[in-house]
């Protein structure tokens, strides 16, 4: 990879490699987008097969975290950091303290949060180090563990989609199939079966899909065979870009909501195509930014019931991007786009008129 070239196609601002020989520390920061506010995302720790891609990963990933805050509304750009390591094995106190050192030596342009591969535990060590986090339990105010609200916004996302697609909002009586049993999916899993939904699941961990089945008497199905299975709504909670060419044909729901990052493989070409097969998609990083919505609001301190009404308010916003896509008569992918860079748009006008307030970034909700 052509480093430079690469920040430049997609207008990053800002990547720090981070090493520590003593506690095995090797991480990456991308810091995408500033134009909204210090750059917030989550710190994802994963045995990357190499350094390039897990610099490809955060890169892509940062980029993400632009548009979602930009889409929920948030007064906060976009980035992400990488940890390469076996979370299950290579945890430490002190790597992630030297995580932390880095994150402050940033002084506030990226924020720090937890993703896979890390929590709230790895986030109090990182606390340690640095006030530039969110997503922790060791100080007053804190949020914790975001997961519970990431389903909430799943949930009300996929609530909005239905009524999209049937006409009304409930899921009673409705097949959900859901593929990856992870936290975020076993919350979305118990909301759904308090409603009355019916669940297909699939996962590569067992004891994840009997908890499902056990709990909320789920219909357990092959890894390969969560494609085929006729539902209502194919709901996506593991890895990104498993909507391609090659299981898109094999889908027989009338729509897609689902937790996943970068669900389509091909953003232009598998948006047209699930649109051509009237399939209706709802953009994953308007469904799945409950989570961030929710650490965002440590910034002003924290308040649960506040943070919560923010979060069903992508019911609002998947209805936005539903209707943007009718009305202009381009993809729902498309229509979720347009929504962020619009506001980014607005915001970098707005802010070309100097102010000499002498706030940080970090200061301005």
């Not at 929710?294 to 539903?322: C, H, P, W």
């Not at 992918?333 to 619009?342: D, P, R, V």
């Amino acid at each position: 990879m052509i480093l430079f070239e690469e920040m430049s196609i997609g207008d990053y601002e800002q990547v720090v490699f981070c090493q520590d020989k003593a506690s095995g520390l090797k991480a990456i920061i991308a810091i995408h987008d500033t134009t909204l506010g210090p750059a917030l995302g989550g710190c994802r720790m994963w045995p990357y097969e190499s350094e390039e891609a897990a610099l490809r990963d955060v890169l892509r990933l940062s980029r993400g975290m632009t548009y979602k805050n930009a889409a929920a509304g948030l007064n906060i750009g976009g980035g992400k950091s990488v940890i390469i390591g076996n979370p299950k094995t290579d945890k430490s106190e002190a790597l992630f303290r030297a995580m932390g050192r880095y994150v402050e030596s940033l002084n506030g342009r990226y924020i720090i949060a937890e993703d896979v591969g890390t929590n709230e535990y790895d986030m109090n060590n990182i606390y340690l180090e640095t006030d530039y986090v969110t997503g922790s339990t060791a100080r007053a105010g804190a949020s914790g563990n975001p997961s519970p609200k990431t389903a909430l916004g799943v949930y009300y996302a996929m609530k909005r989609t239905a009524k999209e697609v049937y006409g009304d909002n409930s899921l009673q009586g409705k097949t959900i199939a859901i593929q990856g049993l992870g936290n975020v999916a076993y919350d979305l899993c118990q909301l759904i079966n308090q409603e009355g939904g019916h669940l297909v699941v699939t996962d590569i961990n067992q004891e994840a899909i009997q908890r499902v089945v056990r709990d909320f008497d789920a219909k357990a199905v092959g890894v390969e065979e969560i494609y085929g299975v006729t539902a209502d709504i194919f709901s996506p909670c593991a890895l990104g870009a498993v909507l391609n060419d090659e299981t898109i044909p094999q889908l027989k729901v009338k729509a897609i909501c689902g937790s996943a990052n970068n669900q389509l493989a091909d953003i232009e070409r598998h948006s047209q195509l699930l649109s051509q097969l009237e399939i209706l998609y709802a953009p994953d990083f308007i469904v799945n930014s409950g989570g961030v919505i929710n650490v965002a609001d440590e910034l002003s301190g924290y308040d649960e019931e506040r943070a919560t009404v923010k979060v069903k308010a992508i019911y609002e916003q998947m209805g936005q991007v539903f209707e943007i896509a009718k009305r202009e008569a381009i993809t729902t992918a498309e229509a979720a786009n347009h929504l962020a860079e619009q506001r980014i748009a607005q915001m970098l006008n707005v802010r070309r008129t100097f102010l000499q307030t002498g706030k940080s970034a970090i200061c301005k909700r």
